[in-house]
Structures are given as C-alpha cells and as structure tokens.
C-alpha cells in the first residue's frame, strides 16, 4: 500500500492524527489512482474544529482487499473538483460545499444539496437543468407526492412520453441530524440515529454503535453480535417482501401485491416479538443489545420464519411466472454496468448489474466474520434484475437467519461501553437492505464528538433512478422509483 | 390457462388473512410496548432518574410523575432507569387522544383517556366515508410505513370507509407524519388549504406531536395547524392508529 493513505478496517479506530494530510494535487490524484484502481469513495466530508481550516476527508473502500483507505488534505477556500474524472464523488463535492462553503471548481452541477439555512430559499425554489425545443415539454412533480411517501422534487424533460433528462431535487426532509448526532446527550443521540431512515431502524443504529463502539474500544458479545446480525436481516427481510409487494401492486399484479404486503408484517411481527416495536426500536444499543432471544423464541421464530419462506415462494413464484409482470420487468429502468462503477452505487442496485458489492463479505462486521451470507448478483440492471435480486437475498438471508437462530453463542448481552477515546476517528460500514451504510465519528481532545458523519446508501444510488428514466416512457417512473425504493431522510439526514 | 390455474392455487394457499379487529383485539408480544403504567408511590423522594434519562423530556417530576405521550418514544430508558420499576410498559395499544393536555399520564391513578368521537354533525359527514391525505413532513419513514401497513390484507383500512387519497382537493383531512421541518412547512400549509371546509388534522407519531427527537423550539404539527386528533408512537402500531381514527369517527364507543 502506498503511503499516502491510512489503512484501515472496517469498524476499527485509529488517531486522527495519523491521517495522512497531503496537497491538494496529491490528494485528488491519490482518489483517481484509487478509483482506477478498482476502489470507491465510501464517505468523503469535511471537518472543521473551532476555528481551524476546514479539512477534507475520504474514505475509500477497497472491496477485494477488504479495507479502507483514509485521506485527508487542507484545500483552502477552493479546490479542483475530483467530478469530470470522477463522477462517483458529484453529491459527497456539492454536500461539502455546502456545509462548509468551499468550492470544488469546475465541478458540472453545483447547486446545494439541502438547502439546511433558513437564509436560503427552499429545495424546489431553484434552477433546474432545462432542454428547450419545439417538442420538448418540461413535467414537475413534488414535493407532495400521491401516495403515503416522503417529499422531493423531480422535474422531469421529455420529448412526448420519454424522458430526456430527470433531476431529483431533495432536501425537504433535512432535521439536522448529523449536527443533533454531535451535539446530543447519549440517549437522544441513539434515538437520533435509529430516526436517520426509519425503515433502516437497525442498520443506522447499528453502524452508530459500532462507530462508539471502536472509539472507546468497547467490546460486543458474540451473543450480541449474533441477536444483531438477525436483526439486521429481518429488517432487510421485511423490506425487500415488501419491495416485491409494492412492485406487484404498481404493474397492478395484485395478487403477489396482497400476499407481499402481507408477509413483511410477518417480519416486522418478529421484530416486534424480539425488541417491542415493529421496526426493532431500542434493541441495538452501545455494547451490545437490550432484548435476548430466548430458546423459547428461537424454536416459534423458526418455524414462523419458515412458513413465511414458503409463503414467499408461492407469492414469487405466482408473480416471477405470469407474462404481464415479466413484460412490465423486463428492459425497463436499465443501468449499465459501467454507469454503476462509474456513479460508484451500492447494494441491491449495484448487485443488480452484475457487480459483486456487498458489506457483509467485502468488510465483514460482527457475526458477519464467522458466518458468511454468499453475494447475490445478477446482470441486467433493469427493473427485473433489482426484482430477481431481492427475490435471491430473501432466500440466502432466510437460510442465514434459521442457522443462526437455532445456534445462537452463550453469554451475555451488553458490555459496558466505555467513554470514548480523544483524538480518534472510527469509520463503520454496514450492508443495510438498502445497501452500504457508512458512520465516521472524530472526537476531541476529552473524547467529545467533534464530527460525526452519516452517509445511507440513497445518497449514492438517487443519481441510477435519475439515470434508469433516461429514454424510458414517464408513465414507467413510479414502477422505477419503487424498483430502487430509496429513502429520501436517509439522504436529507 | 396454466397461470390462472396458479393464482387460484396460491390464493388457496395464502389464505384469508383479515384481522378479526375491532371484533376482538389481537394479542401483542409481551414485550411490545404500549401505553405506560405509573405507579409514583414507589419513587423515592428526590429521585429524578427516570426525568434524565428521558431522550425527549417526556417525563416531569412534580409531585409524582407526568409522563407525556405526545414526547414519548416509548424506548426503554426510564424503565432501565427506575430500580423501583415506577414506570413500565403495559400492551395497551389505545393511545389516541383529542387534545395535547389528555396526552399526559398523572401519578398512579390517572384514568386512561381514550380520544372521544366527533360532534354529531362531523361524525354525519365523514363518519361513514372518510378520505385522507397524508403529508410526510421530515418523518423517518418509520410512521408513514405504519400507515401503508394499514392498506393490507390484515387491517385492511378500506372496510371501515376511511381511505388515503392522492389529492388534497379529493381529501376531508390530512394526517401529518414528521417534525415539519423548515422546508416542508410551506407544502404543508398548501396542502391543508388545498382541503375543501370543514377539515380534519390528524398528527401520527411522536415528530408529528412534539418534535419527537428532533424536537427543537415549536417543532411538531400544533403549533402550524389546529389538531384533531393526536396519535401517539414512534411509530404508532397500526392498530394504535386505526384506534385512534375509529374513535374519532364514533365507531368504537366503550371498550
């Protein structure tokens, strides 16, 4: 490895200090060599402590050696924006700007990503990219949507029925979270931090813990370990049933849209048996978990578990067969393999077009290490393929859930977690339903949180929804739009 | 002929899968956690533990304790707080109430004050056909998920005449999920001026009431829009939100 980046794993902690702060050229060099190479930007942000400059930091993913690299540099007030040679850094430039008022020059499309100041107008009060011609017609939707969903803005160009560009304005859904993250008391911060995206409850909280977890060097049970990773993968259950449901009910298959509907509540059922709440609430905590899983509950969850599997294959089986579905599926919202390196995207999507990224075996976390869910991938990267996929990961994670279930590790379930050491930095990664999931916590000099900052994997993967409308009949956008399912808190934080 | 051979098999296979509510009420797990019981004769003197440990100050110490839902997350750090177990979760799913103020549990004998139903002239226009529209305000997601949930097979929301639709102007209401951050404030008051006279406003879940953990100076739907109807959670159980609208709507006087 080169010298110019710290090495890392995932979910382990090193001085900040230790960094690597380079020129601005070399830095900006050092991410395109990478890039080139075969790694990704997994987080990239700025810090400004007190009233020192304002330091860049990027954490790049090298998937096939399983480790990070970590970065930094000093730019001043402006910098050369790494986006004409590197498309997958375009939102993490336009959020830096923002945040810290620096300028990626020459970057294609600067306009703010959230519009967090009351100074500022409001998310849809802006400029949009326009194409202007005698058939051209412009279609702007949001930020109230039909139907129970989160605002956003998408303003769509098209010639006739096919869309020539789409641009999704976000930002309505901006609380602060990231800032209430730093400055919050423990419990707040924790429920912070399970509120990022509220169908990723579990990944957020997780990633969030093992962040303090590294940073005070507190150790989890294996028993812990193993409650979560079941979690996890009931959380990713329950929305990828219901990711299948909702994508039945937008090609108006109804049956398999029913039965779907029906089967995620199954999941969030045993959610709700296992922590109180249907979305797993107050189960992760620093050090650990707060419920245990009984062998009582060990013997119900797997026979309920597989009921549902056999639900499942019936719902899928019914849908995957039935000619109206296939045609509706298949060549619609495609995104090619290279615009999914290119754009950097993560998870089902990503695994969708033929490219093997997956947290759980790329950097294994917890009980991740010992016991390994084999990657899902398939080609096409069209709104079949993304079905297909979810439909592949339902089954593995449901293998992977009935093993470890019935062979839970003995122990306790918390460890006290220590305050956290000063002058460190953590990064976390977690393979979330929706994708990579990335926390990265610096604190001071008594171990306060100077930064803390969030990246859910919608905040890759907007850009393929963008890019999947391209020369597709607008009618086809919610069956798209549902076909990536992403979470709009998640990326206005 | 084959595939309309296999939608009758599967549909064989899954069964009708409606929940006998409000007929009779579900069994929730043991540890779901509904509406919290207090018993304030057990707090030692000078004890504030379970007010500190509170993520939303949901709790106020003032000669016993004032628990209230509408700050409420219903996370375990007051009962893991309290030695003496003073507050603990029963699996009571009824949380709805009409005003901010019937939100709060006082000391131990507070009786439980369950939403009342619409005037009489209300409950004639919307009682048997109620139409909503739903405004994600800053919310997780975690609420309005609740919701949808209420469109399934299970609760199966539609046999009760209530119904989320796609437009304000279609609408007799709308039901607020989220914070209201600062820029969606603007589409909210749109939308609720888009709904023809005479409207509802339903808050659902913790953000919506208070600010939830986002909780900042006026955070939450009250202090933009006058409120109907108050549905407590983060999020709310279905049911806890179907509750709250069938007693809104008069259908499930008593019990």
């Known amino acids: ?493 | 002929m084959i595939n309309l051979w296999n939608v009758l098999k599967a549909r064989m296979r899954q069964g009708h899968r409606t929940s006998a509510y409000p007929a009779s009420i579900p069994a929730f797990p043991e540890r779901f956690r509904g509406r919290p019981a207090i018993d304030d004769t057990k707090c030692p003197t000078d004890c504030d533990a379970c007010e500190k440990s509170c993520p939303t100050q949901a709790i106020k110490i003032d000669r016993g304790i004032h628990l209230d839902l509408g700050r409420c997350l219903f996370c375990t750090e007051c009962v893991d707080s309290c030695p003496e177990g003073a507050i603990r979760y029963t699996t009571d799913h009824r949380l709805a109430a009409r005003t901010r103020e019937a939100l709060v549990i006082s000391g131990k004998s507070a009786e439980t004050r369950l939403a009342e139903a619409l005037d009489k002239k209300m409950r004639s226009l919307f009682g048997r056909s109620l139409k909503l529209r739903q405004v994600a305000a800053g919310d997780c997601s975690g609420c309005a998920l609740e919701l949808q949930a209420l469109n399934n097979v299970v609760f199966d929301l539609g046999r009760f005449g209530v119904q989320f639709v796609a437009s304000p102007r279609h609408a007799d209401g709308i039901l607020v999920t989220g914070p209201v951050t600062r820029n969606m404030t603007l589409a909210l008051q749109k939308t609720y001026e888009a709904v023809p006279e005479p409207k509802l406003v339903i808050a659902v879940g913790a953000c919506a009431i208070s600010g939830g953990p986002f909780r900042g100076g006026d955070s939450g739907v009250g202090g933009i829009l006058p409120v109907d109807l108050y549905i407590p959670g983060c999020p709310p159980h279905p049911l806890t939100i179907l509750d709250g609208l069938l007693r809104l709507l008069g259908k499930l006087d008593g019990a």
């Open chain 1, 1 to 493: 490895m080169t010298m110019d980046a710290l090495t890392a794993r995932n979910g382990e902690s090193f001085r900040t200090v230790d960094v690597p702060r380079l020129p601005a050229d070399r830095f900006r060099r050092e991410i395109l060599d990478s890039v080139a190479r075969g790694l990704r930007i997994s987080t990239y942000f700025g810090f400004r402590p007190g009233a020192a400059n304002t330091r860049l930091l990027c954490v790049l993913a090298d998937d096939s050696e399983k480790t990070l690299s970590v970065l930094s540099c000093e730019p001043g007030g402006r910098f050369e924006s790494l986006t004409p040679d590197c498309p997958q850094a375009h939102l993490f430039e336009r959020e830096i700007a923002e945040q810290f008022g620096i300028v990626p020059e020459g970057h294609p499309w600067m306009k703010p990503v959230r519009y967090p100041d009351a100074r500022d107008s409001i998310p849809g009060d802006t400029a949009f990219f326009s194409a202007e011609g005698e058939e051209l017609h412009e279609v702007a939707v949001g930020p109230v949507h039909a139907g129970i969903i989160e605002p956003g803005h998408f303003r769509f160009q098209c010639r006739g029925e096919d869309v020539l560009h789409l641009e999704i304005q976000l930002g309505y859904q901006h609380r602060g979270a990231e800032t209430l993250l730093e400055s919050s008391p423990a419990p707040r911060a924790m429920a912070v931090a399970e509120s990022i995206a509220g169908d990723t409850a579990i990944g957020h909280a997780l990633a969030y813990c093992a962040v303090h977890e590294s940073l005070s060097s507190g150790a989890v049970p294996p028993r812990a370990e193993a409650i979560r990773a079941v979690a996890l993968e009931l959380e990713r259950l329950a929305n990828h049933v219901g990711d299948l449901g909702a994508l039945c009910g937008d090609v108006g298959f109804l049956p398999s849209a029913a039965y779907f509907g029906r089967l995620r509540g199954e999941f969030l059922n045993l959610l709700m048996d296992l922590s109180g709440n249907r979305n797993g609430r107050s189960l992760i905590r620093p050090g650990g978990v707060r419920f245990d899983l009984t062998a009582d509950m060990a013997g119900d969850f797997s026979e309920r578990i597989g009921r549902a599997e056999r639900d499942i294959a019936s719902a899928a089986d019914l849908m995957f067969e039935t000619p109206s579905v296939q045609a509706r599926f298949e060549g619609t919202g495609r995104i090619s393999e290279r615009a999914c390196r290119d754009l950097g995207l993560v998870g089902p999507t990503a695994r969708a077009c033929g490219v093997p990224r997956d947290v759980r075996s790329d950097h294994p976390h917890g009980a991740y290490r010992s016991a390994r869910i084999p990657v899902s991938t398939i080609e096409g990267g069209d709104v079949y393929a993304r079905a297909m996929l979810k439909h592949l990961e339902i089954a593995r994670s449901i293998s992977f859930l009935l093993s470890q279930i019935q062979d839970l590790p003995a122990g306790t379930l918390k460890q006290p977690c220590a305050a956290a050491r000063p002058g460190r930095m953590a990064v976390s990664l977690v393979e979330g339903w929706r994708g990579e999931i990335a926390h990265a916590g610096i604190t001071g000099e008594s171990g306060e949180i100077l930064r803390y900052k969030v990246k859910d994997p919608s905040f890759h993967n907007w850009t393929a929804l963008a890019m999947a409308l391209r020369d597709t009949p607008i009618s086809d956008f919610p069956l798209c739009n549902k076909s990536f399912n992403l979470s709009y808190a998640g990326h206005d934080l």
